[in-house]
């Protein structure tokens, strides 16, 4: 009886949902200063949204959140709020998968565990009767025995975080906090540990809005490459520009994909962007994300977006197809997977031909090699059994040279 399920119908995989670019800020001192007091006011609001929506657990609702998002709007302003929230959502969502996924290997490490201590001492594995393997020794097997029950304790844990809603996130990375207790084995002091956690912690991110100017009103960036932000209320009379807003000095340049971040601006289309402080580099740098072109083969193949993304994206054609497997739940599945051209080249142009000097001489030879080969019919033989031998006829003899040169030593000529 066959163990696979029956193939379901093929779908489109859907290609890559944005790119991200990025450039240097060399901004001056005063330009640094003003935006590491925005990444820490702001910083330090989504830390507590964070911990205001972890309390909320399953119980969260529109109610809740648009009541978060008035409490943000009166400390920052309305864009910086609904970056926040979002931001917020996302990482609980994030926390969320990763405490699935932790739940599962849990659980596959206990069952993996108590699989072999339910077998003797040494026993080999048997996969056709689905039997583990037994351990080594009775060391091994007690060690074994005391990591079971730690498992189980820490899934009694999980187990009730899951049920409750409640998630454990460390602002600022959770290894980067455990290298506080090894300043001398990571290298660091901690004046230059502090640093890092600081501007890891900050906070300085904003999607975009089609139909703004520029594609984005909260961090803005021109066609000319001014970067001005928009200033919380705390901060307010920071501004140099009307309207609240602080302008850099610096301006920004995307050396990769600048011309499709321009027309993206120039069309008022929706630009995400991020600035961050980079420590061990020194400079700030700002990150920008465009979505993608929409693939014309996948609008085809499968009509609506598969990938659920926005309206008026578009994705880049790929270059060629292929089918592969997709597995799901108990069964397995045909996917036909877009591959997009490695080297970005444009839609309708292919690779120019490398030539070749022994192309040409590769089909004569195979032939002349490929001529003289025969098929060779096997059969079973019998035990003790002699092979028969049979001579080649003289048409299939691969040089006809050499076995008249042969055929005339042996008649002594």
């Known amino acids: 009886m066959s163990v696979l399920g029956k193939l379901g119908a093929p779908f489109v995989v859907p290609g890559p949902a944005g790119v991200a670019i990025r450039d240097r800020l060399r901004v001056s001192e005063s330009d640094a200063a003003v935006l590491a007091e925005v990444g820490m006011v702001l910083g330090s609001l989504a830390a507590a949204d964070l911990a205001e929506r972890s309390r909320k657990g399953l119980a969260h609702d529109a109610a809740s959140w ?6 943000l709007t009166g400390r920052s302003s309305a864009r910086w709020a609904g970056s926040i929230t979002k931001a917020t959502h996302d990482q609980w969502a994030l926390a969320r998968r990763g405490q699935a996924a932790h739940l599962a290997w849990l659980r596959g490490q206990i069952a993996s565990i ?24 009775r060391s091994e097997w007690h060690a074994k025995s005391r990591r079971l029950h730690t498992l189980k304790d820490r ?5 009730a975080d899951r049920a409750a809603g409640r998630v454990r996130v460390v602002r600022g990375g959770q290894r980067l906090a455990n290298t506080r207790h090894h300043l001398e084995a990571a290298g660091l002091s901690e004046q230059a540990w502090r640093e890092r956690w600081r501007a890891e912690r900050m906070f300085m991110a904003a999607d975009g809005e089609s139909g703004k100017r520029f594609g984005n009103e909260t961090i803005r960036v021109t066609d000319t490459g001014r970067l001005s932000v928009k200033l919380p209320a705390p901060l307010a009379h920071l501004a140099n520009a009307p309207h609240g807003r602080y302008v850099l000095d610096a301006a920004v340049r995307f050396q990769h994909r600048g011309a499709e971040w321009l027309d993206r601006i120039a ?14 580099a020194r400079p700030l740098v700002c990150h920008c994300l465009l979505a993608a072109r929409r693939c014309p083969r996948a609008a085809a193949a499968g009509g609506a977006d598969p990938g659920g993304g926005g309206g008026g994206h578009e994705r880049r054609p790929p270059r060629r197809l292929a089918v592969g497997w997709a597995r799901q739940p108990g069964r397995r599945t045909a996917a036909l997977l877009l591959r997009p051209d490695r080297h970005r080249r444009a839609p309708g142009r ?20 490929d001529r003289h080969r025969e098929p060779r019919l096997r059969r079973r033989e019998e035990p003790g059994e002699a092979r028969p031998q049979q001579a080649l006829p003289a048409a299939a003899v691969p040089f006809p040279h050499r076995e ?8 002594g000529s």
């Open 66 to 71: 648009a009541v978060r998002k008035r409490e």
């Open 114 to 137: 108590e699989a072999r201590l339910a077998r003797p001492l040494g026993a080999k594995a048997d996969k056709r009767a689905g039997l583990a393997r037994g351990y080594a020794s």
């Open 155 to 159: 899934l009694a844990v999980v187990e």
């Open 267 to 280: 069309a008022n289309r929706a630009v995400a962007y991020r600035i961050h402080h980079d420590t061990r």
């Open 350 to 369: 292919t690779a120019p031909a490398r030539a070749d000097p022994a192309a040409a001489s590769r089909p004569a030879l195979r032939g002349r090699r």
């Open 404 to 411: 008249a040169q042969g055929q005339a030593g042996v008649d």
